[in-house]
């Protein structure tokens, strides 16, 4: 296609106060917040309204409400989530999501969610890994569900106030789903708009605002191993890259260590922790419990050493200590890669997951009855009677746009990123259970930030009709190379996850990653000229010709990312630096973007921790992460304070 | 393991459309959408399908399945012969738009006429307080993936066009008996659950419990119970009285 009909394309053009991208619930809690603010919001997802990622989230959301253990409060859960993140997280998310999340949760409540109960009648929590008290408030293995739908019903909530005030269901929030957004625009170095297609049309259409929050999830479907959907191809980490901004951890992926591993065709999809924290337990193909043989230094004294004690804990937890299959993500996975390295795995090339011998049916269909449902439907296996067999998926980043922790701002200004797509909250590691807390914590303040910012502006920067045929013409390029013959979007992208499974995944090598670099330059360029068939309405060989372009810019961000960090630390082990080290702790890798396809990394120093902060961890932990001369410091100041 | 199979595929547009046969192969352990992703990588690049979560957990994936209403991601291919040919077309009751997709927007609709939770006044965040077997009932139906197999089996609907305007459907009216079995909710949705959102065409034939892939129990926990709660409401003179004064439609008002 010529500039000349790019630029005679008819474009469906809105203008809102405030548009936030993704309707999961970060995008949905930001929306709400926005349009409680007073704004005329849009909500754009690629997927039909109330499908997004979040719905898939089994477990449980974590907020230390104290329903079940009265102990927890939000400095348990603040201390977790570092430790968990290894203390490389910003701590000051930490604080805010420990010290926010009871709220948002309640809050939910009043939308008309309805968790499962304590005998007392407030919301049951339950256990996690890494987490020192039962926390998660659920209900059954279906819990994103019920966040997903409470929200969505909220905004229909909403919509129905609107529309008896002002006779229109849309005059505040309008939902345009199957809209996917490829380019943000920017006017003197500050956010204008947005541009996109309709997927089931494929007609373009432009959105004019001066704030725009990205919410868009995850990036799994760069790996071939995943439990992400279609969806998670970093669009969000990508237009905020091609727009000025920055990311940070994007060496950072969290391998799930229980994905399915058979058949093949459901090889990734996820096994709920729940299964271990309701008690159950991993074994390798000798029937032994390997957990125990894997509790690193730094979770000594926290996790029982015996099978004996460990059984105890789930009768009698504040006596003994919790078993070592809920130690954090990133021990469970390393661990059971181990064991199937060294021949003692399942005949599917994972480990067994086995909750049969200790919960009844009965127990097993109440608790995790979607657990039952899927390995029953979709590998013949009854896990009431037998056990299952599970292996690593990649299944979440930590990485993702640097913002500000109150305000959730971007370096752009106007640009706003909440949940999984943001950075810095979960460190090194996220627990389970601190999405989708994550999400409703800093959705609101990033619907809060917009909307104040919004407030704060003399006039609305206007899109420059330049940069609205750039964008044409860029989502129309698979067709011009259609004529010229290029290679099928599927294959190459198979080649992508492929590379990255294999020479960015669990474990790292330095040349195996360099050797990964190169493979990328080459996809680049192939990614450029695919060609795809058919015309433009609801063609999934040019949606994900597009799509490829920022799986290859995001994957380029871990694998330079990944090469430059020399230690092991949570989602980024290397082979050939398997220790932890505290000099590294305090440095972050920011990436840039460089052309379209390519990146440019920084160090960045992390600001260090407020010292009350400090204070609610004993010094010999401390001591396992920090620098002496962080901790000196530290001291130092302490001492001051107390003359 | 793997053998060739004979599928069958709905392809077009709103405009026209026709069965189009394609061999294709299929491995141990696949299901349809397996199949249909491969129909993508190879012969078929351009055709449309929705899915999200591979797992029964979205309801994305909604199609029929040699004329069932079925999840394309829970349908294993072990469940069909392997020289049977496998016909897969979009739902019916909906408008397609290309290929397997249809343009579902007639739920999004019906989901916005029901009037949303209405939380006790009095009561603050926080303050919630349940019983573990009064909140399972809702729960039951919160269970739903909105995957629109119910809606798009009803035979009130699925046929008839002109009933469109005046039936929920299934889901929507479960959700009605959702929020009227909320221990907490204080609305009263009885008699705009009939006069508004059409129970009454409902004559619980339970094809809607037959499709549903969370295995709801549609017809006995949702749509029967909340028929005998409005038939008691109907008798009671007080009640009757009180509908008398609010104006029909004015739901909110009546709900005080
Ligand atoms: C199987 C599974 C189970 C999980 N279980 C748990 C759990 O128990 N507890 C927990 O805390 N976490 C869990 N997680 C993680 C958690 O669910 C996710 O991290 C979280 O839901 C992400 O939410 P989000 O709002 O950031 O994005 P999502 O819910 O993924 O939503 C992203 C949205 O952005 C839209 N979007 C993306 N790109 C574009 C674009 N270019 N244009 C327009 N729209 C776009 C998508 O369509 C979608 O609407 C789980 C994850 C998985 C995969
Ligand atoms: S039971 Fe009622 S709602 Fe369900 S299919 Fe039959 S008529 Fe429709
Ligand atoms: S009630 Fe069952 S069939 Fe109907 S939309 Fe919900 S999950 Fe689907
Ligand atoms: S893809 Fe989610 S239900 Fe089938």
Redesign the interface.
Known sequence: MTASAATSEEIEHHTFDVVVIGAGGAGLRAAIEARLQGKRTAIITKSLFGKAHTVMAEGGCAAAMGNVNPNDNWKVHFADTMRGGKFLNNWRMAELHAKEAPDRVWELETYGALFDRTPDGKISQRNFGGHTYPRLAHVGDRTGLELIRTLQQKIVSLQQEDHAATGDYESYIKVFHETTITELFKTDGRISGCFGYFRPTGKFVRFDAPAIVLATGGVGKSYSVTSNSWEYTGDGHALALRAGATLINMEFLQFHPTGMVWPPSVKGILVTESVRGDGGVLRNSEGKRFMFDYIADVFKNLYATTEEEADRWYTDPDNNKRPPELLPRDEVARAINAEVKAGRGSPHGGVYLDVSTRLSPEQILKRLPSMYHQFKELADVDITKEPMEVGPTCHYVMGGIEVDPDTGMSVVPGLFAAGECSGGMHGSNRLGGNSLSDLLVFGRRCGLGAAQYVDGLDARPQVQEADVVTATERALLPFTTAAEGGENPFVVHQELQKTMHELVGIIRKADEMELALKKLEDIAVRARTVSVTGGRAFNPNWHLALDLRNMLLVSMCVAKAALERKESRGGHTRDDYPVMDPEWRKVLLVCSAEGEDNVRLERKEQVPMRPDLLDLFEMDELKKYFTGEELGGHRATAQEGAK | MSYWARFRVWRG?SEKGELVDYPVEV?????VL?VVHRL??TEA????????????????CSMEINGRPRLAC?T?MNTFAEDEVVTITPLRTFPV???L?T??SFN?TK??EV???A?PPD?K??E?????VD?ER??EF?????CYLCQNTCHVVRDHEENKQHFAGPRYLMRIAE?DM?PL?AADRKRAAQEEHGLGFCNITKCCTEVCPENIKITDNALIPLKERVVDRKYDPLIWLGNKIFKRGDV?AAKQ
Do not use: T
Request: hydrophobic share 30%.
């Open positions: 547009d491995n141990e352990g696949e299901v397996d993508q990588q690049p351009d055709l449309a399908v929705r899915w999200n979560c591979k797992a029964g957990k979205c309801g994305s829970m294993r738009i290309r290929d997709v343009d579902v999004y989901a916005r009037p949303a939770f939380p009561l965040p926080g919630y307080r349940m019983q573990q909140v809702s729960q919160r269970k739903c993936i909105e929020l909320h909710d909110r």
